[in-house]
Each structure stands twice: as C-alpha cells, then as structure tokens.
C-alpha cells in the first residue's frame, strides 16, 4: 500500500527570533536596534507576517496527508522521502537552500512578505496553498510533470549545478557553486575544460595554471545574482542561460597573470556533457553552494574536482 503524500513545510528563523536569542528579552532586543537607527516593531510585524502564512498553510495541507516541518539549519540531516511535497515559506533564497537536498520531489514557492521579496522562486500567496497542493499530490505519486492552464498545475523544471570530487564527493547547488579559499584571498590551482563528471573524463584542451579568488559556477536561476554581479563587473559579452536551459556559465574571479599563471580561460559556458576540471594547488580550497558555506566539500593539494550539469533538477510548481 503506497503510502499518502507528506507535506514538508520548509521556513528558517526570523531577525526577530535571532534578536530574541541574542538578547533575552524583547525590551533588550528593542533597545539595542534603538541604538542604531532601527525600529524593533518593524522586524516583530515581519516575523508575524512569517508566522501567520506558515498557519494558513498548514491549515490547507490535506488531513489525510503526513506533516513534517524543517528549519534551514537542519536541512542537512533532514531526511526527503519521494513521496514528499516540499512547501518552502520564506524568501527566494531559502527555495534554493533546500533544493540541493532533494531528488525530484515537487516544490511549492510561498511568498511569506510579500512586497520584500522578488517572487523568483517563491511566486505564490500562503491563500494559493490549498490549490498548490492538490496540484503537486499527482506530481508526488506519479513522478512526472503536470501541465495545465491553472495556477499550480506546471512544473517547471530548473536546471542545477553539480561538483564531483576525485574521492566521490558530491555537491549541488541550485544557484551556483564557488570553488575557492574560504577567506577569499588568492589560490592556486589548474583550470581545464572536459567530459564527464567522473574522474575518468579527459581534458578537451590542455589545463591553464591560475591563481585567483575563486571560480564560479552558476545555473540560469543564479545567472540573476552572483553570476551577474560578475559579468556586468567585466562587461561581459557572454550569452547568460535561463533557469530551464541545460547549460552553465562560469566566471573566474580576478584572476592573476603571471609567468607561472594564465588568464586566457575566465569565462565560458557549459552544455550537458561538459565540465569545468579544477586540481588544487594550495593547502586548502572549499566548494560550497548558494551561500551554504557551513556544508562545503574541502579540497586540498593535488585534488581534483569536476563541475557540471547536475541530472536533478528542481521541479518548481509555477
């Protein structure tokens, strides 16, 4: 007997809360963000905003359905199962944080403050998540995409990042992946363009040695971020992909000529089949994705890590 759809409410602490965890009090709270300027008020309405769309959408989740809650924090050692449908609340970003957890299970965007938020990937209201959830319960149990004409009844898959590691390591990101020193200072490494994912794949030209602070690998859901932070920065001309585009775009940030060191490989894009290869030349490098610097892959010398497009990808209800 199959068993009935869980609903996994995914939110992560407010500013209020943390105050009130470093403070003690709401009084002590409120006099130190008086001391700089700020308002506590403004960050409490926030807070009951959060709290009142987390409500209203537990209150629409099926009774016949399971329930579970996570916070951001304990993503990591949170266990996804395949029937689950995953109902982020929150801010754009915290949809990107639980998506390198999952493995295809359908997510549901909801805006908790709205007017704060930029609506990329939590695109609907805490009133949609009755319908959103009827919607997503036949992705859950069939595995497949629905199409429809109705709010919910889409699912649109986006593509993801994946680094793979000489020793099996697996990392993937939603948004993009940096793979440097984490005080982001200058590090050495190899630069090398190939195939496959494995640690089998061979180089399609010879490696460029580099030093620089850092390469990065994006997604089109974070060609809108960091990925474009650095292209208008070099008044790049390279053709960004789109979140449902099979393809990547990487940027190596300020890297250093030298005579040991090139720059002729600082940009450039990845189709399926194609990675970015990366052998350390330093004590120590980290790759972490869409910010989550807290579970990162550590790299040391000699050690190989391959990037490229991730077979998962995230299946948004739109």
């Known amino acids: 007997m199959s068993l009935a759809p869980r609903a996994v409410l995914v939110h ?179 630069l090398g363009l190939g195939s496959g994912l494995g640690s089998e794949g061979s180089d399609a030209a010879p490696p460029e040695p580099q030093a620089s602070s850092g390469v990065l690998v994006g997604t089109g859901t974070g060609a809108t971020g960091w990925l474009r932070s650095l292209r208008e920065q070099r008044s790049s001309r390279l053709r960004m992909p789109v979140p449902t585009d099979r393809r990547l775009a990487w940027f190596v940030r300020e890297a250093w000529p030298s005579p040991t060191t090139g720059t002729t490989r600082v940009e450039g894009l990845l189709s399926p089949g194609e990675t970015l290869r990366l052998t350390v030349e330093s004590d120590r490098l980290v790759a972490f994705g869409d910010g989550m610097e807290s579970d990162a892959l550590e790299l040391t010398w000699g050690q190989t890590v391959r990037v490229g497009v991730a077979e998962t990808a995230l299946r948004l209800l739109c």
């Open 12 to 190: 992560r602490v407010t500013e209020y809360e943390e105050l009130l965890a470093r403070h003690g009090t709401h009084g002590q709270a409120a006099f130190f963000l008086s001391r700089r300027g700020r308002d506590i008020e403004e960050v409490r309405q926030r807070r009951e905003r959060t709290r009142r769309a987390m409500a209203e959408v537990a209150s629409a989740v099926p009774l016949r359905w399971r329930r579970a809650r996570v916070e951001r924090a304990d993503l990591d050692r949170f266990l996804f199962g395949p029937e689950d449908v995953v109902v982020v609340v929150g801010q754009d970003g915290l949809v990107a944080n639980a998506a390198k957890y999952l493995s295809g299970q359908p997510v549901v965007g909801i805006d908790a403050d709205p007017g704060r938020n930029t609506g990329v990937l939590v695109r609907h209201r805490a009133a949609d998540a009755g319908a959103l959830l009827a919607a997503a319960s036949g992705t859950a149990t069939s595995g497949r995409p629905t199409t429809g004409t109705a709010a919910g009844t889409v699912v649109e898959e986006l593509t993801m990042v994946e680094a793979v590691t000489d020793d099996a390591q697996r990392l993937v990101a939603l948004n993009e992946i940096y793979l440097g020193p984490s005080t982001h200072q200058t590090v050495r490494y190899t």
